[in-house]
């Protein structure tokens, strides 16, 4: 698909992964709409990079938690053009284990990362079915597939996300409406600045194969291919350094 006069909304976009994503997009033609819970000056910052490369891009606040937010978000995006892309990247890590965590953190979990993505689809695929082509990826996690003890909560909404990018791919393949999943290891964004040096050296020597952490870059390269390449949907994408990958 290619990008040139469409318009792409990137949920958590004005951070880490969704930011990169924003500014691959943008460079590959595509005017963005960067989503996050408050204009501040890092969304500022992702703006002027996705200007500076070429592309329009509109600050929409909104909390992906609140299905009102959602649909506005939406609205406002579609203001700006065709709206052919979907990137969900909103959301967080959520700590504690399944006695340790508070019910209110278990239902957040599931509103931003899950319940979000039927909010959204509903108010977007409208949106795209006229055209008969859109593409709509989701952010999964390497601890969507395996387990990871203390993270609860993640690992299951995590872990649902594929198998939902699997149902939707085949619900709107006949719209020619793409839906796809990628599956991040250890990448370096403010996700991870509570690690610790040893935590640290432990994963680069021990658990990634390729011994380097990954880069939001990395990740937005593989979301750019998945919107754009029109023969690849319902798949999940792992792009961890061969973390999930490994026996031992």
């Not at 996050?36 to 969304?43: F, K, S, T």
């Not at 055209?131 to 993270?151: D, N, P, Q, T, W």
């Not at 991040?184 to 040096?197: A, E, K, L, V, Y």
């Not at 011994?211 to 750019?224: K, L, M, S, Y």
């Amino acid at each position: 698909m290619r990008l040139e006069g469409k318009v792409a909304l990137i949920t958590g976009g004005t951070r880490g992964i969704g930011a990169a994503t924003a500014v691959e997009l943008a460079r590959r033609g595509a005017d963005v709409a960067i989503n996050g819970r408050r204009i501040d000056e890092a969304a500022i910052r992702v703006k002027s990079q996705v200007e500076a490369v070429g592309g329009r891009c509109a600050m929409i606040a909104g909390d992906m938690g609140r299905p009102e937010d959602i649909v506005r978000v939406v609205t406002e995006t579609a203001a700006l053009g065709p709206l052919a892309v979907l990137v969900h990247s909103a959301g967080g890590g959520i700590r504690g284990s399944m006695l340790q965590l508070s019910p209110e953190a278990w239902y957040q979990a599931f509103d931003v990362h899950v319940h979000a993505v039927f909010h959204l689809c509903r108010a977007a695929v409208p949106l795209m079915q006229p055209r008969k082509e859109g593409a709509v990826v989701l952010i999964s996690s390497a601890v969507g597939s395996r387990g990871f003890s203390g993270m609860a909560a993640y690992s299951a909404v995590k872990g649902t996300l594929p198998n939902l990018a699997r149902t939707l791919a085949r619900e709107l393949a006949d719209d020619n409406i793409r839906v796809n999943c990628v599956a991040p290891g250890i990448i370096r964004t403010s996700f991870h600045d509570q690690m610790t040096p040893e935590q640290k050296k432990h994963n680069l020597e021990n658990r990634i194969p390729l011994h380097r952490e990954g880069t939001a870059e990395d990740v937005a390269e593989v979301i750019a291919l998945l919107v754009t390449n029109e023969f690849i949907t319902g798949e999940t994408i792992s792009i961890d350094g061969g973390m999930t990958m490994r026996l031992v």
